[in-house]
């Protein structure tokens, strides 16, 4: 190895151990510049800060010794109840731009889901129900999806036996301020987020037919998850009751806010189950 190697070795060495400290004492400064702002519980004069003091001082020498397991099992019990309060202070004031508190997304990068899948299944204890409700429904009238049979209801019977076609579709919407036509659609009014709905069944077996309902999203309803995600999310205390809260950072809250953003849209697509009165319910 030449010396020139050697050092080169050497400087790459010293970099790499540099590098770990460079990280600690920006951690570590973050953590400094924080405490400045909002100081660690218990060492200020804010509302929580005085009970959690006083809890401190009833579980110390003496005193906390009178107290016996209980009493100082039920002083811990409130200091935790309290610790979030503060938790939630700080995280307000982290850094916009860290990646640790903050969900950093690329605003030019959309995020789009193009549909909602539903899916029930009916077993032989629940065949009666699928048969009735097809029946009842009508949706297939002409036969445009039965193909070879009188209605949906004898095609899902021959499947079950066995015999048939696996899966067929018994039913087609579409919104009725939407401008697109199907052969076989009927309009039904749909919530905003869905342009709509295509319901098939499909035969699992003999004994197993599964009713899936694909809701095909509009373009406010592909745009929801896109919107929610790149909103602006402040942290957040989750209260639980009696429980310890939990604190969500910038990040968190806005993991939480996109999961129950698609959450939504599928339990807006239960309510439309409701409105095409209820193979799927």
Known sequence: ?????????NDAEQQGATEPNEVRDAIAAEIARVSAIVPEIGEGRRWYDIPYRAGGWMLAGHTGRLLGARGRSAINRLANLLIPFNEVQRERHESADSPAHNLLIDHDDPVRQAGV??????????????????????????GLYSLDYE?????????????????MQVGYFVDTTSGHSSLGATRLRLPTEFSSVEINTMQVGTSLTAVTAFFLLSESGQRAIDDTLKSVHEPRLVLRGFRRASV????????????????????????VQGSVRGVLR
């Open 248 to 271: 969500l950072s910038r990040r968190e809250a806005g993991i939480r806010a996109t999961q129950e953003s698609r959450q939504a849209l599928h339990d807006r697509a239960r309510v």
């Open 117 to 142: 899948w539903v899916t029930e299944i009916f077993p032989p204890s629940k065949y009666a129900d699928l048969q009735s409700s097809l029946k009842r429904l009508g949706w297939d009238p002409d």
């Open 151 to 167: 209605s949906a209801e004898d095609a899902v019977a021959e499947a079950r036996r066995g015999s048939g076609y696996s899966g």
């Open 1 to 9: 190895m030449t010396a020139k190697e050697d050092r080169s070795r």
